[in-house]
Nanobody
Framework: QLVESGGGVVQSGGSLRLSCHTS????????MSWVRQAPGKGLEWIST???????LYGDSVKGRFTASRDNAEKVLYLQLNNVKTEDTAIYYCAFNEPPHYTSRGQGTQVTVSS
């Protein structure tokens, strides 16, 4: 099970931290991803973080977002800094199963106001 939290309304240039609490599988063995879906658009990959904490980022968020994980607590995080209005979307944590990332949580809404 994947349960995201931490979304909300934030002003452009602000910061937010999303969390994904997991259960039901051996978290530390899995690479995990963050994806998002903006209104009227398709699913966009944001980041993948490996079991050892090494991570990759999409070009649209590179340098602004940081993924991390706590294997002991089985929690995945996404730190959003210097957010832009185009970051407005529903954010999902997911098993790293590109391209559709079908195994994901219910999502958390992030709205960036100008």
């Amino acid at each position: 099970q994947l349960v995201e939290s931490g979304g909300g309304v934030v002003q452009s240039g602000g910061s937010l931290r999303l969390s994904c609490h997991t259960s039901g599988f051996v978290f530390e063995y899995h690479a995990m991803s963050w994806v998002r879906q903006a209104p009227g658009k398709g699913l966009e990959w944001i980041s993948t973080i490996n079991f050892d904490g090494s991570s990759l980022y999409g070009d649209s968020v590179k340098g602004r977002f940081t993924a991390s994980r706590d294997n002991a607590e089985k929690v995945l995080y996404l730190q959003l800094n210097n957010v832009k209005t185009e970051d407005t979307a529903i954010y999902y944590c997911a098993f790293n199963e590109p391209p559709h990332y079908t195994s994901r949580g219910q999502g958390t809404q992030v709205t960036v106001s100008s």
